[in-house]
T-cell receptor, first 114, second 112 residues
Framework: DVKVTQSSRYLVKRTGEKVFLECVQD?????MFWYRQDPGLGLRLIYF???????EKGDIPEGYSVSREKKERFSLILESASTNQTSMYLC?????????????FGEGSRLTVL | KNQVEQSPQSLIILEGKNCTLQ??????????LRWYKQDTGRGPVSLTI?????NTKSNGRYTATLDADTKQSSLHITASQLSDSASYIC???????????FGRGTSLIVHP
């Protein structure tokens, strides 16, 4: 069974803290993505990566950075958390050419910044 | 700019009734369209995929249609169940792009 695992389902952090969200996939997928999801706004792309050590900005990269040191792992970093980063964060992976690009999502990490 | 619009934004129906969700897109060049189901507090899961040459595809009680000429898709749910309560997201992929375009979703609530 294909699997995308996000390290934390729920996190509560304080303003200014550094936050790490980890994502691991076991499907040997080249592409990995980080989205945030807010009510009424849908999923918005923060960053994506199409290969190890490669990263591209999505639609809303401000205040975030990412790291992809290994193919299976894609980390999202909030250098200094702010209250407007309270959201549901979803990691996904896909493989170009397989399943016509179906995205496989993790269960999500709900972050609250106080 | 590629866009995907879904309607209605939310829908409440009684258990056992049918419903239809709509998706209009302006994505070019079109590659495929997927409907995802997202249960509350979970990640989205693909229900069905439509490619350019397909008009209708069924997955159990879910039937998706695609009109590539008018750039519209619908998801029809037959004999709804309480477990159908979820958000349904239309996602369209363009040829040559890793990045699909997401609609904002339709929130469906099925009441007993």
């Amino acid at each position: 069974d294909v699997k995308v695992t996000q390290s934390s389902r729920y996190l509560v952090k304080r303003t200014g803290e550094k936050v790490f969200l980890e994502c691991v996939q076991d499907m040997d997928h080249e592409n990995m993505f980080w989205y945030r999801q807010d009510p009424g706004l849908g999923l918005r792309l923060i960053y994506f990566s199409y290969d190890v050590k490669m990263k591209e900005k999505g639609d809303i990269p401000e205040g975030y950075s990412v790291s992809r040191e290994k193919k299976e792992r894609f980390s999202l970093i909030l250098e200094s958390a702010s209250t407007n980063q309270t959201s549901m964060y979803l990691c996904a992976s896909s493989s170009p050419g397989e399943n016509t690009g179906e995205l496989f999502f993790g269960e999500g990490s709900r972050l609250t910044v106080l | 700019k590629n866009q995907v619009e879904q309607s209605p934004q939310s829908l409440i129906i009684l258990e056992g009734k049918n419903c239809t969700l709509q998706c209009n897109y302006t994505v070019s060049p079109f590659s495929n369209l997927r409907w995802y189901k997202q249960d509350t507090g979970r990640g989205p899961v693909s229900l069905t995929i439509m490619t350019f040459s397909e008009n209708t595809k069924s997955n159990g009680r879910y039937t998706a249609t695609l009109d590539a000429d008018t750039k519209q898709s619908s998801l029809h749910i037959t004999a709804s169940q309480l477990s159908d309560s979820a958000s349904y997201i239309c996602v369209v992929s363009a040829g040559g792009s890793y990045i699909p375009t997401f609609g904002r979703g339709t929130s469906l609530i099925v009441h007993p």
